[in-house]
């Protein structure tokens, strides 16, 4: 089912969020032709080495998007670790996408995720995107618990493009963030994978789950 969705919208809060949340499941829907859309809330100008330009992550963010090809890759300027003062601003912009794309599938963070922006990007995509069918991604070090009762399973090249999608972060491998490389990447693939009897897989939560009628009226 998730992977017949048409248009779908990734939402993270930072601009790596999506491709370490569900990198390898957007690559899966690429290769099944659903149209791709990614929106990174925050560039994080504060989570770059000292020295490092504004704009660095952003700049990562799309060297990153131009492996995934998507149908359109937004960063907005959100600031980071901020974002319970802009709940308003956040749910008003989601509403514009939501009305500009009408998604089938959203994928944002889960519920059970501690960072403070990832929790309100969870709460006002709930808001927002009513209707629809939200799964949350998980980012393990940020969880308080994991509940993970959906997984889709990856091939080799799904779980290559999202190494070589993280690997594009320079900024945050100097800063020795150890998500960026291949050995985390793929061994959480392959935990996740054990969990469904299945080699590799991403894990997420159901949050919302809304199955329509075919076009020719055959649930």
């Given at each position: ?20 949340g ?17 929106h ?7 989570s770059l ?26 960063v ?17 912009t989601?509403?514009?996408v939501?009305?500009?794309?009408q ?32 799964l ?36 945050q ?11 985390y ?33 055959q649930?």
């Open positions: 089912m998730i992977l017949t969705s048409h248009r779908v919208l990734a939402v993270g809060a930072h601009t790596d969020d999506v491709e370490l569900c990198g390898g499941t957007l690559s899966r829907l690429r290769q099944a032709g659903a149209e791709l859309h990614v990174a809330l925050s560039r994080a100008e504060a080495p000292v020295g490092a330009s504004a704009d660095t992550l952003e700049r990562e963010f799309h060297a990153s998007m131009a492996l995934l090809q998507p149908a359109s890759a937004t907005h300027r959100l600031p980071v670790r901020n974002f319970p003062q802009h709940r308003q601003d956040i749910l008003e989601l509403v514009a939501k009305r500009s794309l998604p089938d599938l959203v994928l944002t963070h889960a519920s059970t995720d501690t960072h403070q922006d990832h929790r309100v990007v969870h709460e006002e995509c709930v808001r927002a995107f009513r209707g629809i069918t939200i949350g991604f998980e980012i393990p070090w940020n969880q308080s618990h994991s509940t993970t009762n959906a997984h889709v399973q990856l091939r080799e090249e799904d779980l290559e493009l999202k190494e070589r999608m993280l690997a594009q972060y320079a900024s491998q100097q800063l020795g963030r150890g998500y960026t490389g291949a050995s990447i793929h061994s959480a693939a392959v935990f996740r994978g054990h969990q469904a009897r299945l080699d590799l897989a991403e894990a997420f939560e159901v949050i919302s789950l809304v199955w329509k009628a075919s076009s020719h009226g649930g």
